[in-house]
């Protein structure tokens, strides 16, 4: 194939009217549980995170746990944020200390290491509800994902009437032509729902420092936002992106005489 692009949605959305939410103070301590896979700009969303609250004055920690898998493998970024470094005495979030886990991907959210940070009684949990292959789908293209098993282990560990799973991807995918967006929209999702404790101007300022598509993470970053407030307007866009559908193969030969009948 010569001279060949992918090709990139031209989906317009609009911000006009979309409020903005009431942000939370951090307090004595405001802890967030960024998780993904490694290669998919996990850790980009709490550099994002840190260096906004280091614009607004805060004292903000980010402990990176990315293993011996920089790429395909789990990876885990604590991010705090204080009034004062008196309030972040450690880098990491102790156990039952999540306020908010930000599930870029599930599977890694419903792991131990997250789980335990998790409490009923506190945490916040924004999730991506399109489950990544694992690499056990190399050797079983019919392996079971157990997508509801893993939405019911974040559920029971965190407040399950503060849970929230969005099909990052597929949005993604189908508005900003690009799944590697989905991590932003996240974030996007999570700020407008009032769960993360600083600015948009701070956090659109972090995203023009780092200095990486920059149109692009914005763009996402508000997708997000209307994902949170206009969840309709989003489905409709994504509907309307896919165009007409193909009809499925038929089933039967009656299904194939009928249908080959209705063109005559």
């Not at 999540?98 to 009923?120: G, R, Y």
């Not at 079971?144 to 098993?149: A, E, P, V």
């Not at 559920?155 to 508005?175: E, I, K, Q, S, Y």
Request: hydrophobic share 45%.
């Amino acid at each position: 194939v010569e001279d060949a692009e992918v090709r990139k949605s031209k989906a317009e959305f609009s911000l006009d009217g979309l409020p903005d939410p009431q942000v939370p103070a951090p307090g004595h301590g405001y802890n967030i549980m960024v998780t993904g896979i490694g290669g998919t700009g996990v850790l980009t969303v709490s550099a994002l995170l840190g260096t906004a609250g280091h614009i607004e004055g805060l004292a903000s920690t980010t402990a990176d746990m990315a293993g011996l898998a920089q790429k395909g493998g789990a990876v885990y970024s604590h991010v705090r944020l204080g009034q004062s470094n008196e309030d972040l005495l450690s880098p990491r979030i102790i156990a039952g200390g999540a306020d908010l886990v930000l599930a870029c991907d599930a599977v890694v959210a419903a792991d131990k290491p997250t789980q335990t940070l998790m409490i009923p009684q506190r945490t916040a949990v924004v999730a991506n509800a399109d489950i990544a292959p694992t690499a056990d789908f190399v050797r079983d293209r019919d392996l079971d994902f157990r997508s509801k098993q893993v939405e019911r282990a974040i559920r029971g560990a965190a407040n399950p009437n503060a849970c929230d799973f969005v099909a990052a991807d597929t949005v993604a995918t189908a508005l900003m032509g690009d799944a590697i967006a989905s991590n932003i929209i996240i974030m996007g999702y999570a700020w407008q729902k009032g769960l993360i404790p600083l600015s948009r101007d701070s956090l659109e300022k972090a995203i023009e420092l780092n200095g990486v598509a920059v149109d692009f993470n914005k763009r996402a970053f508000g997708l997000g936002r209307l994902l949170a407030v206009r969840p309709d307007q989003v489905l409709e866009l994504v509907e309307a992106t896919r165009g007409p559908q193909p009809e499925p193969p038929a089933k039967t030969l009656d299904e194939v005489i009928t249908r080959r009948t209705a063109d005559l």
